[in-house]
């Protein structure tokens, strides 16, 4: 199968279900926009619990509080601090935001896929 066969199929998808096919661009906005929103808590809750290391200055993540957890957590989700060459808090959020939209459409298909054949 071909790219322009496979988006000739979405495309049909689309034409053939178009309310589906809405609220599932709205679950993906919507929690896309929510984690992107929320992307330093929500770093910093995977920060504290010890799975992102050390910071760029070489003080474990999990020891840090408030706004250097959160910065800290986004920097490392984003491939460092900018300093070290990452691509820091920018790069940490745009992480979470797509993380978040990614979920958001993956759980509304999966229940557009079920509630159809249902």
Do not use: K
């Not at 066969?5 to 709205?26: F, H, Q, R, Y």
């Amino acid at each position: 199968m071909s790219f322009f066969d496979l988006v000739g199929d979405i495309v049909d998808t689309i034409a053939e279900n178009p309310v589906t096919s809405l609220a599932i661009g709205i679950a993906t906005v919507a929690t896309g926009g929510a984690a992107l929103a929320f992307a330093g808590p929500i770093a910093a809750t995977v920060g504290a619990t010890g799975l992102l290391g050390a910071a760029s200055t070489g003080t474990a993540i999990s020891t840090l509080s408030g706004a250097a957890l959160a910065n800290a957590s986004l920097a490392a989700l984003g491939g460092g601090a900018v300093a070290a060459g990452g691509g820091g808090i920018a790069a940490g959020t745009m992480v979470v935001g797509a993380t978040g939209a990614t979920l958001g459409a993956s759980v509304a298909g999966g229940v557009a896929a079920v509630t159809s054949n249902a």
